[in-house]
C-alpha cells in the first residue's frame, strides 16, 4: 500500500506522554483468549512476542472488569482478541485491511487512480491507526494499553455484538443500534452497553467509533478523560520497543 502524502495524525496526538516504565506482562489464565490468535494466523509476525499481553496497570483493571461481569453476569467472561502489536504489525494489518478493500471491490491496484487510492487509505484508517514509528504519535496498541474484546456467555458461545471486531462499516460504532426497535438490535445494543459498563467501572476509555476497542494509560485514553472533565491529561503509556 502506497503510503498517504502525509501522515495522518489524530486529536489525541496532541496530549503529551510521560511513560510511566510498566512493564508488558502476559494476560492471567483466568481470562479467556481467542485462539488461535487472529492476526497470527493471517501471518503477521510477532517477532517470538506473546500478543496477549499489556501494562500491568491495564492488566489490573482488566480483571476488575471480569469481576464486574461475573457479578452482573454469573458465568460470562471477557473474551480478548487482541491487545499489544508491534509497529511490524500494526502495518501488516493496515496493508491487509486495504489489500481487502481492493479485492472486495475487485479494483486492480496498477489501475487505481490518487483519488481511489486516497478513498481507500481513508477508510482504511477510518478503523485502523497508522503506524507511525514517530515515539510522540504512537499506534494504541503499540503502547500495551489498547484492548479488542468481546463477551462469552455462560456457555462458552460467544456473545452476539451485531458485527465482528474489525468491521470496516458503520455497525462498528458503539452507538449503532441504539434506538432500534428490532429485537435483535436491541440485544446487541444491550450486549455493548453491558461490555462498555464492565471496562469503564474497571477505568477504561472506549474507542469513539469502535464496540470492542478499549484502552487504559495511552494518549487516546488521556484525550477522552479530559473531554469528559477528569483530571487525566498526559498518557502514562508510550510506545513499547
Request: charged residues 20%; hydrophobic residues 35%; proline residues 9%.
Amino acid at each position: 500500500m502506497k503510503a498517504p502524502a502525509s501522515t495522518p495524525t489524530r486529536p489525541y496526538h496532541a496530549v503529551p506522554i510521560e511513560d510511566c516504565g510498566e512493564p508488558l506482562v502476559e494476560l492471567p489464565s483466568q481470562i479467556q483468549r481467542l485462539e488461535p490468535h487472529p492476526y497470527r494466523a493471517l501471518g503477521a509476525d510477532y517477532q517470538g512476542r506473546s500478543p496477549f499481553q499489556l501494562r500491568s496497570g491495564a492488566v489490573r483493571r482488566l480483571e476488575r472488569a471480569q469481576l464486574e461481569l461475573q457479578r452482573l453476569q454469573p458465568g460470562w467472561q471477557l473474551l480478548i482478541f487482541d491487545t499489544y502489536r508491534p509497529i511490524a504489525v500494526q502495518r501488516f494489518m493496515v496493508e491487509y485491511s486495504y489489500r481487502q478493500l481492493l479485492h472486495a471491490r475487485q479494483l486492480d491496484p496498477e489501475e487505481l487512480s490518487e483519488q481511489q487510492h486516497q478513498q481507500l487509505v481513508d477508510e482504511v484508517l477510518a478503523l485502523w491507526a497508522w503506524p507511525s514509528s514517530n515515539p510522540a504519535t504512537p499506534p494504541p496498541h503499540s503502547t500495551g494499553a489498547a484492548v479488542d474484546l468481546s463477551l462469552v456467555d455462560g456457555s462458552g458461545c460467544e456473545v452476539e455484538m451485531g458485527s465482528p471486531i474489525d468491521e470496516l462499516s458503520e455497525r462498528s460504532h458503539p452507538a449503532h443500534f441504539e434506538g432500534s426497535s428490532d429485537p435483535d438490535s436491541q440485544r446487541y445494543h444491550c450486549h455493548r452497553q453491558l461490555l462498555h459498563q464492565v471496562m469503564a467501572i474497571a477505568g477504561f476509555q472506549r474507542h469513539p467509533k469502535e464496540w470492542w476497542h478499549f484502552s487504559y494509560g495511552d494518549q487516546m485514553w488521556a484525550w477522552l478523560s479530559r473531554r469528559e472533565g477528569r483530571s487525566e491529561a498526559i498518557a502514562i503509556y508510550g510506545r513499547v520497543e
